[in-house]
């Protein structure tokens, strides 16, 4: 699986995870669903490519600031989380792998 791809894989997981716990639903409610479309845009627009850094490390910030403190929200409680449903991707995520 490519880098980039991973990446969105890896940001729906922690969305799903983050809506379950906080909106009670199976799947994304409709705010986490427009979160995680705006993230697949971000990262498919992100001019290092495949050599894209972790978001939290680049030097190019392309969220938009209520989109970006959303995302923090949801990886802050999701991260911790994505060691146990999905290990070997949180190592790869954590890692830049």
């Not at 699986?1 to 009670?24: A, F, N, P, Q, S």
């Not at 290092?48 to 939290?56: I, L, S, V």
Request: net charge positive.
């Amino acid at each position: 699986m490519k880098r980039l791809e991973r990446e969105v894989r890896t940001v729906r997981l922690m969305i799903d995870l983050y809506c379950r716990r906080h909106h009670g639903v199976k799947g994304p409610c409709a705010n986490c669903r427009e979160l995680a479309a705006y993230a697949e845009r971000r990262i498919g627009k992100c001019p290092f490519g495949e050599e894209k850094p972790a978001c939290g490390r680049c030097t190019i910030h392309c969220y938009k600031p209520e989109m970006k403190a959303r995302i923090r929200e949801v990886m802050r409680f999701a991260g911790p989380r994505m060691t146990w449903r999905h290990p070997l991707l949180a190592v790869r995520h954590l890692f830049g792998r």
